[in-house]
């Protein structure tokens, strides 16, 4: 990964600030955001319920509804040109081209109306300007590149008579049928079970890498992010709190908040006994505390945690948002 | 039967649903629990372990008979109480109870946090009025919630605070049994925590005895004193907690354990994959994980093996042990 740190990043996004405003206020679900993705890396965006990650994803896409959201400060560069600004007849061609995203429930994504065939066909059909018959041909092809049997005969199946592994497959298939250069993986794995997590897993970080596209996979699961990504983000209340790559982020943590993520997960090494927990819960959205966001649950807090939320370089490329990361963990 | 100090005696617990065929009158059974056998002592934690549809819901709930198995016993202290009339049942319900794995829907939005910790109480006669009240007091801060809490509704709290109030219904009728149905999946890891951490001091302080139903390994095994490992309505393996992680015997236990996630990076490595597909329930006497077994061999297709002691308490199904 570290010669690719050279090139130019194929996503870069800076400052990026997202609101809500709804009728009981003004929810800040993104705040200052920045992060940038290198062509042909894995990238975890990792965090609790509400900490902002899937709205992050969203905007690449610039899938999030307005009203009642809005972009109210930052920028999304892909391939160096801004997201935000393009029409909206060029943001289409964007989507599934360039950039393609899947989600977490592949039954709630997928058309319980059309087979599995003619849904992937359609994308290929919409943006390769394919004839059927060729489109039908790229179709089998994708199926068979993520692994379903006869995938012929799989074609014509309804997305109901496949199990869940089998429809994050076609999801998978078909996102990617157009060969986009970035994938938006939205908690992949989390409604399946663990033997088919660590299939679709090993299948995402293998089409990675035969393709050299790059991707986001956001999670609630730490475990997931250990399996395939390079460098890992790990976001709090709409903020990154610490970023950097994943050697550094698992073994070298420098942030109270990532270090109370780890050590809250059962580990099948450890004997019985009580589990380290953080106290409280997670901030409201509409209420959050002043100065950094997660001092009213930290274990390292001191006075001038409440003053402000600074990022710190740890090192060439990792980062903390932590006033006492020397001291942490 | 009760000679001994078993709290929990599940034998030969069967729960059928019938599917209508199609075109036909038959009915196409579908095995959902199809013949567990366990047993549970007092103050023991057991782990019901397995994947999606594996069955260890429906056993969970058939032990307490909040759906009615099919067949097979279930004694509680010695009684039979797959036999128990309404009444009987009614008197019994006290001692046994269930935790809800989704804290939305296990609680009545348009009843008080009073209300629902309080039902219990007032239905079995334990407590009226101010006694209540008081009594709910000292349940919501025994799992970590402030008293005025009682005055509000569930939609004023959290997944995790939900979650506690369902812990304090579960405990207000000092109960020996409690059934826990996942109770942590749908929570964010660092409020995960939080609530194991709850359930064992409870155990600890309230003397309970737990059947800690999860499809999370990590979770189960850092609760449990014995493991059950389900696999399509049966039992193939059960051991104590640490005998089976350290040696797991049969091949769908060592694959479950080689898919869970790992934080150490340089744990990580390749791993045998599972073949996908769950194969259509059998009809005949193969072994029920034969179809996606890496180790299948001619055997297994046409004898189906038994739960047997290998050895310390550990057992397992399986003719080929490794």
């Given at each position: 990964?570290?010669?690719d ?23 800040r ?43 109210v400060?930052?920028?999304?560069l ?18 599934g ?54 995938p012929?005969?799989?074609?014509d ?32 794995t ?16 293998e ?63 450890e ?6 927990a ?7 959205p ?9 001092h ?34 | 039967?009760?000679?001994?100090n ?25 095995r ?28 969970g ?39 809800f794995?989704?804290?939305y ?15 219990g ?9 101010k ?15 402030h ?12 997944g ?56 999370d ?5 850092y609760?449990?004193?014995?493991i ?13 907690s ?6 797991p ?20 490595r ?28 001619e ?24």
């Amino acid at each position: 990964m570290r010669q690719d740190l050279q090139k130019n990043p194929l996503l870069e996004i800076r400052d990026l600030t997202i609101h809500f405003f709804t009728e009981e206020g003004v929810v800040r679900a993104v705040e200052n955001v920045s992060f940038e993705i290198y062509p042909g890396e894995i990238l975890g965006l990792v965090g609790e319920s509400g900490c902002g990650k899937t709205v992050t994803g969203l905007s690449l896409l610039r899938l999030i509804p307005i009203p009642p959201g809005r972009v109210v400060n930052g920028d999304i560069l892909f391939d160096g040109r801004s997201l935000l600004n393009l029409e909206e007849k060029e943001m289409e061609k964007v989507r599934g081209n360039d950039i393609a995203m899947i989600f977490q429930e592949p039954m709630t994504s997928l058309n319980p109306v059309f087979t599995i065939g003619d849904q992937i066909m359609e994308a290929i059909i919409l943006h390769q300007r394919l004839d059927k018959t060729e489109a039908k041909k790229k179709a089998i092809e994708m199926l068979h590149r993520v692994k379903i049997s006869s995938p012929e005969k799989r074609m014509d199946s309804y997305p109901h008579q496949l199990s869940g592994g089998m429809r994050q497959r076609a999801m998978i298939a078909m996102a990617l049928s157009c060969q986009p250069k970035l994938l938006v993986a939205d908690e992949p794995t989390t409604a399946l079970d663990v033997t088919i997590q660590a299939q679709i897993l090993h299948l995402i970080k293998e089409i990675q890498g035969e393709m050299g596209m790059s991707v986001i996979l956001i999670t609630h699961d730490l475990g997931v992010i250990s399996e395939i990504a390079d460098r890992v983000a790990v976001m709090y209340a709409g903020r990154i709190f610490e970023y950097g790559p994943i050697e550094a982020i698992f073994t070298r943590m420098r942030n109270p908040y990532t270090y109370g993520l780890m050590r809250s997960i059962p580990q099948l090494t450890e004997t019985r006994g009580r589990l380290y927990a953080i106290p409280g819960q997670v901030p409201d959205p509409m209420h959050l505390p002043v100065g950094c966001k997660f001092h009213p649950r930290c274990h390292m807090m001191i006075e001038d945690c409440k003053k402000g939320e600074p990022m710190f370089q740890v090192n060439g490329d990792q980062f903390s948002r932590c006033i006492r990361w020397k001291e942490c963990c | 039967m009760s000679q001994n100090n078993f709290l929990l005696e599940v034998q030969d617990l069967k729960k059928y649903y019938y599917k209508e065929g199609f075109l036909t009158s038959d009915k196409i059974p579908i095995r959902a629990v199809n013949g567990i056998s366990f047993s549970i002592r007092k103050g023991e934690t057991l782990g019901l372990v397995g994947e999606s549809g594996c069955g260890k819901t429906t056993a969970g709930k058939s032990i307490l008979r909040l759906i009615e198995p099919t067949s097979g016993q279930v004694f509680f202290k010695g009684q039979d109480i797959v036999r128990l009339d309404r009444e009987g049942m009614r008197k019994l319900r006290p001692h046994m109870q269930f935790i809800f794995q989704d804290p939305y829907e296990s609680l009545n939005p348009r009843m008080k946090v009073e209300e629902i910790v309080g039902e219990g109480l007032e239905v079995h006669r334990v407590a009226r009025g101010k006694e209540k009240l008081r009594r709910v007091s000292e349940l919501l801060e025994k799992v970590g919630l402030h008293p005025q809490d009682a005055q509000r509704y569930p939609h004023e709290f959290s997944g995790g605070q939900r979650q506690r109030i369902g812990i304090a219904r579960a405990i207000s009728l000092n109960p020996e049994l409690i059934v826990a149905d996942e109770p942590v999946s749908a929570l964010d890891v660092s409020i995960q925590a939080q609530i194991l951490n709850l359930l064992m001091d409870l155990r600890d302080q309230l003397g309970l005895t737990y059947l800690f139903i999860s499809h999370d390994l990590r979770v189960v095994k850092y609760v449990s004193d014995r493991i059950a490992v389900m696999y399509m309505g049966k039992i193939v393996e059960m051991a104590h907690s640490e005998d089976l992680f350290k040696r797991p015997l049969h091949h769908y236990t060592q694959v479950l354990l080689k898919a869970i996630p790992k934080l150490d990076l340089s744990q990580i490595r390749e791993r045998p994959l599972l073949k996908e597909e769950h194969p259509s329930p059998p009809s005949g006497h193969e072994c029920l994980f034969q179809a996606r077994c890496p180790h299948s061999r001619e055997k297994c297709q046409t004898e189906e093996p038994v739960l047997l002691d290998e050895g310390e308490d550990h057992f397992v199904a399986c003719h080929f042990v490794s």
